[in-house]
T-cell receptor, first 113, second 109 residues
């Protein structure tokens, strides 16, 4: 039973390019959460999705950031026109129900040059 | 606004010591409180607590929740260097999980 899979592990982009981060939740999980973590800081909630629906995107900047979780395929966090301040570790997590154990992927380290 | 506060922010102890990490919270529609250990990469799950006063235990680690006073503690007895990590507390509310900033524990040999 594979865990939460994220790719790529490392992503380097130049300012102005697009970053696309992928997350396949644990088998049987339909609830996906994205978090951002800066060095020496905690996990900041970005967005919560359930299959095909965005439930809560209150932690995600309204410009340049978007997320989806299609019926088929992984969840995608998309950052358009990246800036240096977007450099961070982005973690995806999944659960089978809200409030239950949350399992994390290994994260994507985004570096913007 | 939902929030989770952990203390202390950092802690340095010697092997064999016992440590207590604290987590207080304010959240709408509380569902559960979870503890995680984070070393260099993904947080790994330790405990999930939903009921007051029931201690969860795993080896040298234990945790308890007080829903009246809105806090939880994580105890680690007979610490080892492998316990060095950031310990994260998270609380689940209506939809999302809110994390504290973590306690950075360093155990010296």
């Amino acid at each position: 039973n594979a865990g939460v899979m994220q790719n790529p592990r490392h992503l380097v982009r130049r300012r102005g390019q697009e970053a696309r981060l992928r997350c396949s939740p644990m088998k049987g999980h339909s609830h996906v959460y994205w978090y951002r973590q800066l060095p020496e800081e905690g996990l900041k909630f970005m967005v919560y999705l359930q299959k095909e629906n965005i439930i809560d995107e209150s932690g995600m900047p309204k410009e340049r950031f978007s997320a989806e979780f299609p019926k088929e395929g992984p969840s995608i966090l998309r950052i358009q026109q990246v800036v240096r301040g977007d450099s961070a570790a982005y973690f995806c997590a999944s659960s089978d129900r809200p409030g239950e154990k949350l399992f994390f992927g290994s994260g994507t380290q985004l570096s913007v040059l | 606004e939902d929030k989770v506060v952990q203390s202390p922010l950092s802690l340095v102890v010697h092997e064999g010591d016992t440590v207590t990490l604290n987590c207080s919270y304010e959240v709408t529609n509380f569902r559960s409180l979870l503890w995680y250990k984070q070393e260099k990469k993904a947080p790994t799950f330790l405990f999930m607590l939903t009921s007051s006063g029931i201690e969860k235990k795993s080896g040298r680690l234990s945790s308890i929740l007080d829903k009246k006073e809105l806090f939880s503690i994580l105890n680690i007895t007979a610490t080892q260097t492998g316990d060095s990590a950031v310990y994260l507390c998270a609380v689940s509310g209506t939809y999302k999980y809110i994390f504290g900033t973590g306690t950075r524990l360093k155990v010296l040999a």
